[in-house]
């Protein structure tokens, strides 16, 4: 998962880009990049770390330009301490572009292999969006044939792009001395939307709360398979370039991925997480009697919504058993899972008066791995809980995520191949309720009639493009390079799983 956005003003854009980052900062933590055009020429910064680190006072300075893009990273393909694969990517010809993209390809070795044997085009990276911008970069040069850009060569373009890659892509890029192109992949899986500001600024983004938040009047979301290419001037032109376009968001962003003040394809997501706590309080009172339970903490942050609302309608008290703390390290790259645990202790920490001699339900957002989830139990109990119980408002996952959430192999999964009993027994609650797939559709779907269903492929292992296999899944695994705990979480810390062997 990643975070991109795009400006054309008639003002210099790199505080604005800026600003506009560190809305999406809870998108992607490792890297993060600007750039910005000047007439003909470019000026990129991009370095890991977060967005506050990245860009000092002379990096500012050295980014003019009324017309730019950024990208806050979090790895999903590549080599994740690479500061190389950082974006966004350059390539000179034709036109020069810059490009950045949230999503993962799944056909990008396939289309690497292509990339130099036909096209005779060179990638020097593991990353999927060189790939990407080589392909886009190779259409262009196609579709003018040494002419003057015009929009409906990109509009042409981009209609080949979308033939050739398959996966999810919400892709923002700079065409050097024309303007910025935005397009969105055939099934609208990563979200993009585009607003202007009363000076007539164009900004396109991951998320709406990104518009709103500099002063930007959210227009609409760009449609699945369309491409939208905003001119110097910022005159937009608009076209929808995919064959087939259907509506399918990746579920993942209403349960935990997204802020919960944006609203995406036409669904607040806080709105959407209240719905998830609803349908969950109805599976808590099937499985487990309310008069059971004394009090309901959740797991900070995302799963707050649900929480509460799960709480309301069972008319059990709500209350805060967590303090986070927001500046404590990640967890992942620390060495053993002994340093691990105490990170998570770090990171968390109990009001011992909310657990003491009570049956609590801790509720969380979603259970990825299991080890957080069991510690956090633990420590519950030690604050002096009587019983502890747990529920989930997302379903178990099972299947990897092949877009753009860089969830584990299916052996890190702590539902993978095991009943909610076993789960319930490897994170040591004394019961575990998880939210069923067909709830959670309808709670979610049933704020905009007009999608056309979800991916929801973790949890159900249906894989919209439909081009996925288990083979597929094995060597997209394999192209994780340097990430020995790719999803770590920004709510909360996430630890890996122990091998089915050590559980």
């Known amino acids: 998962m990643c975070g991109i956005v795009g400006v054309v003003s008639n003002a210099p854009v790199n505080q604005l880009i800026y600003d506009a980052l560190l809305l999406l900062q809870h998108r992607g933590q490792d890297a993060a990049g600007i750039v910005t055009q000047q007439g003909r020429k470019v000026y990129m910064h991009k370095a890991k770390g977060m967005v506050k680190d990245v860009f000092r006072t002379r990096n500012m300075r050295a980014l003019p330009g009324n017309a730019g893009l950024g990208q806050v990273r979090y790895p999903t393909a590549g080599n994740a301490d690479s500061e190389e694969e950082a974006q966004p990517f350059y390539v000179n010809a ?10 993962n390809l799944t056909n990008a070795q396939a289309l690497k292999a292509e990339l130099f044997s036909t096209d005779h085009r ?3 990276t593991e990353s999927d969006t060189e790939v990407l911008l080589n392909v886009l ?14 929009p409906e060569d990109v509009f042409t373009a981009v209609s080949n792009v979308h033939r050739r890659v398959r996966g999810s892509y919400a892709v923002v890029c700079l065409i050097a001395g024309h303007g910025m192109l935005a397009f969105r992949d055939p099934y609208g899986i990563r979200p993009l939307c585009v607003g202007r500001s009363a000076d007539g600024t164009v900004m396109v983004a991951s998320e709406s ?16 398979g369309e491409a939208i290419f905003v001119d110097l001037e910022g005159n937009l032109h608009a076209r929808q370039c995919a064959e087939n376009p259907k509506l399918n968001p990746c579920i993942f962003e209403f349960v935990y991925l997204a802020r919960p003040d944006s609203v995406l394809d036409g669904i607040s997501v806080y709105q959407a997480r209240l719905n998830l706590g609803e349908t969950l309080a109805k599976r808590v009172i099937s499985t487990l009697p309310p008069s059971e339970i004394d009090v309901v903490i959740p797991i900070p942050e995302s799963s707050r919504p649900s929480a509460m609302q799960l709480a309301q309608l069972l008319g059990i008290p709500y209350r805060e058993g967590f303090v986070k703390n927001r500046y404590v390290g990640r967890t992942f790259i620390m060495p053993g899972q002994a340093v ?10 109990v009001i011992a008066s909310e657990f003491k001699g009570r049956n609590v339900l801790l509720v969380d957002d979603s259970i990825v791995r299991g080890t957080t989830s069991r510690e956090i139990v633990q420590m519950a109990r030690e604050a002096g809980a009587r019983k502890v119980y747990m529920a989930s408002a997302a379903p178990p996952v099972r299947f990897p995520n092949v877009y753009g959430i860089d969830m584990p192999t299916p052996q890190e999964l702590v539902a993978h191949g095991r009943t909610v009993d076993e789960v319930k027994a490897l994170i040591g609650c004394d019961e575990l309720i998880y939210q069923d797939v067909d709830g959670m559709k309808k709670a979610i779907g049933s704020l905009n009639a007009k999608l056309d ?6 949890f159900d292992g249906v894989y919209v ?16 390079i340097g990430q020995e705990d790719p999803l770590e979480e920004n709510s909360r810390s996430r630890l890996t799983i122990p091998n089915a062997q050590e559980a």
Do not use: M, W, Y
Not at 95 to 102: D, K, R, S, V
Not at 209 to 224: A, C, Q, S, W, Y
């Open 209 to 224: 709360v990104t518009l709103e938040g500099t002063g930007h009047k959210f227009d609409r979301n760009i449609l699945p």
């Open 122 to 124: 060179h990638i020097n």
């Open 94 to 103: 034709p036109f020069g572009i810059t490009l950045a993209h949230n999503g």
């Open 137 to 150: 970069a190779h259409e262009l040069e196609r579709a003018t044939r040494g002419l003057p850009l015009k």
């Open 465 to 480: 493009t439909g081009d996925i296999n288990p083979e597929d899944i094995a060597r997209i695994n394999e192209a994780r």
């Open 453 to 458: 269903g979800f991916d929801a492929s973790c």
């Open 340 to 349: 691990r645990k105490k990170s998570v202790r770090q990171k968390l920490n």
